[in-house]
C-alpha cells in the first residue's frame, strides 16, 4: 500500500467512525437496540465501500468530505447485510471480525431489528441531509436502494443461498456476485461520481472499474477462504467449502482463479485510465483488494 493511500485511509477512516458514533447516538431508540446498532456498526472492518466513494470524489478534486453522510449510509447498509447473512436462519456464523456475531451478543430477534434499523435509517440520512441537493437525494437513494434490494444484494443473497449443495456454473456464481457483492461497491463508485458531477461517459469508465473490482473482490474472497488466515480474517476459513458452496477455486482450481483475479484487476485499471481524472488512489485501492489476507 502506498504511503498517500495508507494516510488517506487513515484519516477518512477516522472521520467515517466519529460520523457514524455520532449518527446513531443521535438517534432516538430503545437503549438495547441503539447499542445494538452500534455493536456491529462499531466491529471494525476494512470500510472499503465509504473510501471508495470518498476516493472517487478525490479523483475528481472534490472535497471527500462532500461524500461522508452518503458513505455513512451505505456502511449502515453493508453492515445490516452482515447482520442478516450471519442469523441462524441465513449462514449461522458465530464470528465476524473477530468478535461474536450479533445475534450471538444480542438473541435473534434483536439482531433482525438492529439489521432492519440500520437499513431504514440509512435512507433517512440521505433524505435528511442538509448537503446534498433534493436532485442528488432522490438519485441517491433510487440507486441505493435498486443495489441493496431484490434487483441487487438481495437477489444475490437469495441465489447464493439457493446455490448451496448445487454444482453451480461460472455464469450462475458470477450472477450471485455481481449482485451480493458487487452492486454495494458499484454504489460506492456510482454515488462519488454523481456528487462530483462525473459525465456520462466518465460515469460509464468508472461502473467498468467498479464491476471488475467488485468481481475480483470476491474472487479474492474465495481464494482467502481456502489459503487465508482464520486469525487476519476473524472468522474460520474453509467456511464456504463446509456450507457446500460453488467457488472460484472449486469451479476453475486455483491457478486460474487467481489468474482470473488478476483480469479483473487490469481490467478495472484499464477502464481508470479512461476517467480523465486523478485515480491514483482507486488504482491503488483496486490492488488492495486483489492482495488483501483478510
Given amino acids: 500500500m502506498g504511503a498517500t493511500l495508507a494516510a488517506f485511509m487513515d484519516n477518512y ?31 471494525g472492518g476494512k470500510r472499503l465501500r465509504p473510501l471508495l466513494l470518498l476516493a472517487t470524489l478525490e479523483s475528481f478534486g ?17 453492515t445490516y447485510s452482515l447482520i442478516h447473512d450471519d442469523l441462524p436462519s441465513m449462514d449461522n456464523d458465530d464470528l465476524r471480525r473477530g468478535k461474536p456475531t ?3 451478543v444480542y438473541g435473534e430477534a434483536a439482531a433482525v431489528l438492529a439489521g432492519d434499523a440500520l437499513l431504514t435509517y440509512a ?7 442538509e448537503v446534498y441537493t433534493d ?12 443495489a441493496a434490494g431484490p434487483e441487487g444484494m438481495v437477489a444475490g443473497q437469495m441465489a447464493d443461498m439457493e446455490g448451496e449443495n448445487q454444482q453451480l456454473t461460472l455464469e450462475e456464481l458470477e450472477y450471485i456476485h455481481t449482485n451480493k457483492t458487487g452492486r454495494l461497491l458499484a454504489f460506492s463508485i456510482a454515488a462519488g461520481a454523481l456528487l462530483a458531477g462525473a459525465s456520462k461517459e466518465q460515469q460509464k469508465h468508472f461502473q467498468t472499474y467498479a464491476y471488475h473490482i467488485g468481481l475480483a473482490f470476491q474472487i479474492q474472497d474465495d481464494i482467502l477462504d481456502i489459503e487465508g488466515s482464520e486469525e487476519k480474517m476473524g472468522k474460520p476459513a474453509g ?9 472460484y477455486p472449486h469451479l476453475l482450481g486455483m491457478p486460474r482463479t487467481k489468474a482470473m483475479l488478476q483480469e479483473h484487476i487490469d481490467k478495472a485499471l484499464s477502464a481508470l485510465k479512461q ?11 483496486a490492488e488492495l483488494i486483489a492482495n488483501r489476507d483478510q
Fill in 275 to 285: 476517467t480523465n481524472t486523478n485515480t491514483q488512489l482507486l488504482a491503488e485501492l
Fill in 62 to 78: 472534490k472535497k471527500p468530505q462532500l461524500g461522508l453522510e452518503a458513505a455513512a449510509a451505505l456502511e449502515m447498509i453493508h
Fill in 13 to 43: 477512516k477516522q472521520q467515517l467512525e466519529k460520523e457514524l458514533a455520532r449518527r446513531i447516538a443521535s438517534i432516538q431508540a430503545p437503549p438495547r437496540l441503539q447499542e445494538a446498532m452500534d455493536y456491529s456498526l462499531q466491529a
Fill in 123 to 129: 435512507f433517512q440520512l440521505i433524505a435528511q441531509s
Fill in 135 to 146: 436532485r442528488q437525494k432522490v438519485q441517491l437513494i433510487a440507486s441505493l436502494a435498486e
Fill in 239 to 247: 467456511s464456504d467449502s463446509a456450507k457446500l458452496k460453488s467457488t
Fill in 102 to 104: 450479533n445475534h450471538k
